[in-house]
């Protein structure tokens, strides 16, 4: 064995250059910062399971989206802490990984979402509605999924709640509810009353003295489900996609998704779902631009984790895992870049547009949100805002909290990624730039050197409480089963 103090200072010597880069961005971020005042409000949309590769191919493609997605930031090696909804929510929402909010763990040797109960959320920790409602914040969530509203605890913070099925219904909801944010923006400055407050403040713009800044949360659904459809609803989804989507889905398939032509056929009805989460996307967009919104309000795009279209089919066989007895299809059942390289993206007044290569955990998004909003201490932004000439080489990401199979922990350093098993105490290197669909375990001993100190201190930090029990009501688990989970869990 090798010490952890050598191991350690593999460590520093990756994250010294990284700080560096960070201070000489720095410099040019402050000047965009000072420039611009926050923004007043937060839309933080979640597009549930979609892959990086396909809606950043659908944008090189270019759609009614692309317009808009050109004038964000993009991060192109984002990952999420977990390869299923609700732990990676939770992060996204406490800006904790799973071990410290406590969400979507299982006890026991092996985790089994098919007949098991998930833990809820910490009340220790704090979400982001949460902070933005104790700042006065309006915060509204608009959701497709159960999860938010089956007693896990990340609905925590919202004052108001819809649940509807179909993005089209969502987006109604969000269109009602920016005609009362925009409506208020409006009439500050003609209420009689406000007169008094902005006397001797002249400095100050009048809608920042009485306004109400809003947090809407939105989550679609769109490709979570249509794929996992009959073949018949599979081909009424398809027939609405444009002729050219089949060939194009087809030239972008994993290896051995289109060599089966059932999955190649649930492959094009998922690139068609993520190509429907777009067209969503813009009409979002236009909604906002036509109430003239975007200019006073921070979007937040990201995806929770991704979906397997048989990428890892022969290696999940052979490690036989799976509780449910299939392998290589889904999602929260292994760790690998088909389930955790997800969209993060952001447009918002005091960004620049443009994109970002370093490797990022969507453990920041709650951070840097604070950070766009002008509502932290911080000095730099916990997201880096441009591009370093280091690129993907650096960034530190942990992804955890797997739903079917024994636990694992996964830590993406650069290009540098370690699954460790804890079954079998089983640590697997991979080089992204060398492998990057993950083919074959680098023989390599430099890669485990650098990434296991990294996932020790992750398994050795304490969790913040007891892992959590949950009631869900039946009807929440009707919904849940609906969608595909805890099919054996009995009502
Ligand atoms: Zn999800």
Redesign the pocket.
Known sequence: MYSKDIMSRTIESIRKPLILCTAILLGCMQTTLAATAPPENLLLICA??VRYDVFEALNQRGDTFSRFQNKGLTYKNAQSAAP??LP??ATVLTGEYPNQHGAGLFSGEFANLDDTLPTPLNPGSETLAQTLLNQDFKTQLITA?PFFVAGFGIDAGFKQIDQRRGWEKLVQVLSKALDKFAHKSNTVGTNPQAAPETAGNAELPQKKVNKKRFFAYLHTMEP?EWHTKDKQTRAEFQHKAPSWLRDFAVSIAPAATCKDETMCDKWITYVAAVYETRLALTEVFNQLESRSLLDETLIVFYS??GEEFYDHKEYAQELAEDPRGFYGKG?GQSLFQELIHVPLWVMSPNINSGSVSEIVSLKSVKPAIEYWLGLSGNTQSPLPQADTDKGAKHGIAISTAIAYGSHQTSARLGDEKGIYFEEGERLEGYNLSEDPFEDSPSKEQQYIFAIEPTIIDYLESQPQAEKGEVSVSNESLEKLKAIGYLQGKEN
């Open positions: 549930d399971t299923w909804t990676s929510v999924h979570h929770d984790h999602h």
